[in-house]
């Protein structure tokens, strides 16, 4: 009997062991990152920075010098083109270029090297092409995950002015929300400066608010008001202060509109509300009216070395001593959802309308009491009155 037991609890130990490695393996294959639909930044000409300082301004080659990033994800790879000055696959003397991905994989600044956690980067090294990926820790060593030299994929095309570049997010375990730095770097061997343009921290998703309303509409009479639930939804991973208003240009100017509250605080991640009143003014003309609302925030800076020179390197980000730094690459955007909300006045009733609706209410109860009061009340007070 023992033994027939133990055999059984073998068996359950073992079946649920197999449940176990199959729901793990199911959930690696679905795990999938967000997918987004083709974005695009430009970027300033000939603003490339020295690495050791926040200086900027400067030319450097066209093959350094980003003028606009297109980026996209399907889910499972983030795909981006750097659109350049002008890019030239020869190797020019002294001057090794780079182009680059980095990445904050949890949203965590005190994760990673000041936040980054993965690079992505493809780089030329004495005329060879080399695509490198590397985990960075806290406290500055670095992981080489992957390192294809050469590199012999396709990234650019002769006589045309961009490159591109692609992460596979499984290696990076797909992150569900994450931001990235995308970047162009030139390093100088021969004791000139080493130049790098960059973007940047963008939020994956992108970073937006998401407006909901109820109801989604109102009817509503000259000098009638009423209220509108407003819901706002943020798909940022920090607490923002955002403002509400509306565009009066762009408003009817028969309608007043007030935010209570105007601004609201939103949690990371999170929702806030607010309501919409709104109030028809007593000249109002009947029709369809629009109200367009806008929510807005601005984003703080969230920079990675500005006013902290203990930190920073002589080592680029393609760097041969350690996980290198950029000098300061921040973030101050600012983060804007319009929308509108439909509106239809009717028209104001006339006095004999206003008599119609109230006698359509209250006519039935109306005759039925004065039934009452001529068949009852006043034949009995008619009596009375008789009889003294």
């Known amino acids: 009997m023992k033994l027939l037991t133990r055999y059984i609890f073998s068996i359950i130990c073992s079946f649920s062991l197999l449940v176990i490695l199959y729901l793990s393996s199911i959930h690696e294959l679905i795990a999938i990152s967000p997918s987004f ?20 301004g400067y030319n450097g080659t066209g093959s350094s010098d980003i003028r606009a990033i297109n980026y996209i994800s399907d889910g499972k790879f983030l795909n981006a083109t750097l659109w350049l000055a002008s890019f030239n696959n020869n190797t020019t003397p002294g001057i090794e270029k780079a182009y680059g991905i980095l990445i904050n ?19 030329s090294i004495n005329g060879t092409w080399t695509k490198i990926i590397e985990e960075w820790s806290s406290n500055g060593d670095v992981k080489t995950l992957s390192d294809i030299t050469p590199y012999n994929e396709t990234f650019f095309e002769e006589g045309r002015a961009y490159v591109m570049l692609s992460a596979d997010l499984s290696v990076i375990h797909s992150p569900s929300r994450y931001k990235v730095i995308f970047y162009a770097e030139e390093e100088n061997t021969v004791g000139n400066p ?38 706002v939804n943020s798909t940022i991973g920090i607490e923002l202060e955002a403002n509400l208003y509306h565009s009066q240009k762009e408003s009817a100017d028969d309608v007043s509109v007030d935010f209570i ?32 609302i806008t929510i807005n925030s601005t984003l703080p ?18 760097g041969k001593n350690g ?11 600012v ?10 006045i009717k028209r104001a009733l ?37 009889f003294r």
């Not at 949890?106 to 956690?117: H, R, V």
């Not at 983060?335 to 239809?344: D, G, Y």
Request: glycine residues 6%; contains cysteine; negative net charge.
């Open 335 to 344: 983060v804007e959802q319009p929308t509108s909300f439909p509106i239809t």
């Open 301 to 318: 800076s969230d920079s990675l070395l500005r006013n902290n020179p203990a930190k920073t390197t002589e080592t680029s980000i393609s």
């Open 323 to 333: 996980a290198p730094i950029p000098p300061s690459l921040e973030n101050n955007n």
């Open 37 to 56: 639909p083709r974005l695009e930044i430009i970027d300033p000409a000939s603003d490339l920075c020295l690495f050791v300082s926040d200086i900027c």
């Open 194 to 231: 080493d130049y790098i343009d960059h973007t940047n921290w963008i939020n994956i998703p992108p970073s937006e608010f998401i407006i909901s309303t109820s109801p989604n509409s109102l009817l509503l009479k000259p000098g009638e008001d009423d209220f509108i639930k407003l819901q």
């Open 105 to 123: 994989a949890d949203s965590d600044n005190k994760t990673g090297m000041l936040g980054i956690d993965y690079k992505v980067e493809i780089l």
């Open 261 to 292: 509250p105007p601004v609201i605080r939103i949690p990371p991640y999170g929702t806030s509300m607010s309501r919409l009143q709104i109030n028809i003014l007593q000249y109002a003309e009947p029709g369809p009216r629009t109200i367009h």
């Open 350 to 386: 006339t006095q004999g309308e206003i008599f119609k609706a109230f006698w359509n209410d209250y006519g039935e109860f109306i005759t039925y009491f004065g039934g009452i009061v001529t068949g009852t009340i006043l034949p009995g007070i008619a009596k009375k009155i008789k």
